[in-house]
């Protein structure tokens, strides 16, 4: 079973801010939180990566509080071209094989 | 910049061949991956190698499932007497690292693999 559990669909409109939740219950001490994205017929893309509080890029911003059960990756002012899917694992130390859940399916409309 | 490669994007064979599948990882990345992925699920995790040590290999694994990196540079993925199930995207990843595994993985685009 994944370590993650996230949304299975989403929607939203150009222009607007997103947050996929991500809940991570059981989440090790050592584990980080990464987010991919993956477009039909390519492979997933490093989004970003966190281990506690806050981390931003010129993409998108992610959140983890201090419990650390849950994250949400926001993405500013989405474009329809941020229509896609969204998987948030944890990994750590010595955990080098990624268990990936099923991701969130996001669809930005017009 | 020259990504993760994967050769052919493509393969449609009959039941019961054999295929092989090629990967190319970013130059100076130690580790490689491969995984499988069906409609609407996320990846499978297969194998992996540090440098050419496959180091963890999935227990899912059938025994007809074969990878290799020889040199620790590209990797090869052999499926042998392909099944109906084996269709899928079979996807290759590496990243830098030594002790861990939090840094990103760098997918390539795959192999869609079709079993007639």
């Known amino acids: 079973l994944a370590k993650t559990t996230q949304p299975i669909s989403m929607d939203s409109y150009e222009g607007q801010e997103v947050n996929i939740t991500c809940s991570h219950n059981?989440?090790?001490?050592?584990?980080?939180i990464t987010w991919y994205q993956q477009f039909p017929s390519q492979g997933p893309r490093f989004i970003i990566q966190?281990?506690?509080?806050?981390v931003t890029n010129e993409v998108a911003s992610l959140f983890i509080p201090a419990d650390r059960k849950s994250s949400t990756l926001s993405l500013p002012r989405v474009s329809l071209s941020d229509t896609a899917v969204y998987y948030c694992?944890?990994?750590?130390?010595?955990?080098?094989?990624?268990?990936w859940g099923a991701g969130t399916k996001l669809i930005i409309k017009p | 910049d020259t990504g993760v490669s994967q050769d052919p994007r493509h393969k449609i064979t009959k039941r019961g061949q054999n295929v092989t599948f090629r990967c190319d990882p970013i130059?100076?990345?130690?580790?490689l991956y491969w995984y499988r992925q069906t409609l609407g699920q996320g990846p499978e995790f297969l194998t992996y190698?540090?440098?050419?040590?496959?180091?963890?290999k999935s227990r899912l694994l059938s025994d007809r499932f074969s990878a290799e990196r020889p040199k620790g540079s590209f990797s090869t993925l052999e499926i042998q007497r392909t099944e109906q199930g084996d269709s899928a995207m079979y996807l290759c990843?590496?990243?830098?690292?030594?002790?861990?595994?939090?840094?990103?993985?760098?997918f390539g685009d795959g192999t869609r693999l079709s079993i007639l």
């Open positions: 190698f540090q440098n050419e040590a496959q180091l963890e």
């Open positions: 694992l944890a990994s750590g130390l010595g955990n080098y094989q990624l268990i």
């Open positions: 966190g281990y506690k509080t806050k």
């Open positions: 990843a590496s990243s830098l690292g030594t002790g861990n595994s939090n840094q990103p993985q760098h």
């Open positions: 059981n989440i090790a001490t050592n584990d980080y």
């Open positions: 130059s100076e990345h130690n580790r």
